[in-house]
């Protein structure tokens, strides 16, 4: 059964950055595709990015666009979501899901993490 664990969370300054990392074990990465998800406060959980099972194939919801990047180190079995110049509206607790037939953010994810805290604040 895989299992997920994110961390790097943390409070940021706006316009700051955060890496979450997004690490695996009782499987590897390398066969499944992977989703980042957040949920905001009082809001509805909602995808930010997804990264393909097999060729690398990203998608970034609009608020994540030119500001965040989604990767899978398969030497690490770890996936991560580097995401820059951070706004206070990014504060949500963000959680990485994996699947091994998901073909984009609708899924269908199968592994989900127990998600961290970013807050992006002054």
């Known amino acids: 059964q895989l299992q997920l664990v994110e961390s790097g969370g943390a409070l940021v300054q706006p316009g700051g950055s955060l890496r979450l990392s997004c690490e695996a074990s009782g499987g590897t990465l390398v066969n499944y595709a992977i989703g980042w998800f957040r949920r905001a406060p009082g809001k509805e959980k909602e995808g930010v990015s997804y990264?393909?099972?097999?060729?690398?194939?990203?998608y970034y919801a609009d608020s994540a666009k030119g500001r965040f990047t989604i990767s899978k180190d398969p030497a690490t079995n770890t996936a991560y979501l580097q995401m820059n110049s951070l706004k206070p509206e990014d504060t949500a607790v963000y959680y990485c899901?994996?699947?091994?037939?998901?073909?984009?953010?609708?899924?269908?994810?199968?592994?989900w993490g127990q998600g961290t805290q970013g807050t992006v604040s002054s």
């Open positions: 990264i393909s099972r097999s060729d690398g194939k990203t």
């Open positions: 899901a994996a699947g091994p037939r998901a073909t984009s953010l609708a899924g269908p994810w199968e592994y």
